[in-house]
């Protein structure tokens, strides 16, 4: 079973708020990843990171941001959540680029 | 521009029955390829990982195969039960690129009746 875990698992917030979703993996993994995926279609890339201090915008157009202070977690935040952002966000990680992808449960986020 | 399809996109059989799932990409050029399930509401959980230089991959009752030159992709999936019923998702990991980000397809959703 992977071990990455993200917090909270659903959250209803209000327009305006600040939120933060975290994102935690125990593997030691250096990739990892935001999509986003709203129902019934694809996930898409909002954001990556390769390491520690690095942080990449992802295909997706994403009004939130991204921290990797340590290796193991990897927040994101919505300074201003609003309506729009309702969505899943799923954070993934991978020991290389190009090895087995792990995902974590998942945060759905409505904002009302 | 890599894109990925999933046919059917959705399936129900009898409980017991054999399946197949089907998965296409476009650009053959890519490192691998995975397979995913997603229950609803809930992440993704990998089940198969096939390099480029590998045909199958087999994990009890699943076996996935990869013709890279084609661009295809099967998820066999034998004696299906109802708990097999769930969203499966195949994604590939292009090379080059910046991120090697995973495309995915839009899933086909599977119900198994009891």
């Known amino acids: 079973e992977a071990d990455i875990y993200q917090t909270p698992r659903y959250l209803v917030i209000g327009t305006g708020k600040k939120i933060t979703l975290e994102c935690s993996q125990t593997m030691g993994h250096d990739k990892m990843y935001w999509y986003q995926q709203d129902p019934g279609m694809e996930l898409h890339l909002i954001h990556y990171?390769?390491?520690?201090?690095?942080?990449e915008k992802g295909d997706l157009s994403s009004e939130s941001t991204v921290s990797r202070i340590r290796t193991e977690h990897f927040p994101l935040t919505l300074e201003s959540a609003r309506p729009s952002h309702t969505s899943q966000y799923l954070c993934?990680?991978?020991?290389?680029?190009?090895?087995?992808?792990?995902f974590g449960q998942g945060t759905r986020l409505t904002v009302v | 521009k890599q894109e990925v399809t999933q046919i059917p996109a959705a399936l129900s059989v009898p409980e017991g029955e054999n399946l197949v799932l089907n998965c296409s990409f476009t650009d053959s050029a890519i490192y691998n390829l995975q397979w995913f399930r997603q229950d609803p509401g809930k992440g993704l959980t990998s089940l198969l990982l096939?390099?480029?230089?590998?045909r199958e991959q087999t994990s009890g009752r699943l076996n996935a195969s990869l013709d890279k030159s084609s661009g295809r992709s099967t998820l066999y999936i034998a004696a299906s039960q109802p708990g097999d019923s769930a969203t499966y998702l195949c994604a590939v990991r292009p090379y080059g690129g910046a991120t090697n980000k995973l495309i995915f397809g839009t899933g086909t959703l599977l119900a198994v009746q009891p």
């Open positions: 096939i390099q480029s230089s590998q």
């Open positions: 990171s390769y390491g520690v201090n690095s942080t």
């Open positions: 993934a990680s991978s020991l290389q680029p190009n090895t087995e992808a792990f």
